[in-house]
């Protein structure tokens, strides 16, 4: 009987693990979910990646309206392996249930948007590595790209614009 309940409260934990990931994507604004969207899509294609990756929680976003239907977007997040192999058609998850066995992955993007579509100028920035092996000359090498003036539009930097909610 105890074993049943330990199983029940574990089930339970990973599912509101993955309705509170799908949630939160969800609560992004349109222009974040494409850039999360264009991570995944990136680390879910790499050859050394088995386990279909998806988004987990964002830990900081940011955005500079640049004018004229253009803005410049920053957000860093987790992305979280699931139980899902490489090549499910249309994980998500609600279908796919989060790994607790294997790292995060922390990413930090940054891109243009014009009319809320990505730009392929300046190039978008996507900076995904497994959290144990992000340092904080990596972080500062990340942070330092998506300040560079290409990103700014002659704003004082894309980190210190306005915090998203």
């Known amino acids: 009987m105890a074993v049943f ?15 509170e990931a799908q949630e939160d994507l969800n609560k992004l604004p349109d222009s974040y979910r494409k850039g999360v969207e264009l ?8 050859q050394g990646i088995r386990s279909v990756f998806l988004f987990f929680k964002s830990l900081d976003k940011s955005d500079i309206d640049g004018g004229f239907g253009v803005s410049y977007i920053y957000h860093h997040f987790y992305l979280k392996a699931t139980k899902c192999s490489k090549g499910t058609a249309n994980a998500s998850p609600t279908k796919c249930a989060f790994r607790n066995d294997r790292p995060l992955i922390d990413c930090g993007i940054c891109y243009k948007t014009f009319g809320g579509e990505i730009q392929s ?24 790209h998506c300040t560079k003036e290409s990103y700014s539009n002659g704003s004082p930097s894309l980190l210190a614009a306005r915090k998203g909610s």
């Open 121 to 144: 100028e300046p190039k978008p920035y996507v900076h995904c590595l497994h959290k144990p092996q992000l340092t904080q000359e990596l972080l500062n090498t990340r942070v330092e």
């Open 5 to 19: 309940l330990l199983l029940v409260l574990v089930s339970t934990g990973v599912f509101l693990d993955t309705a």
């Open 39 to 46: 991570a995944v899509e990136q680390i879910n294609s790499h």
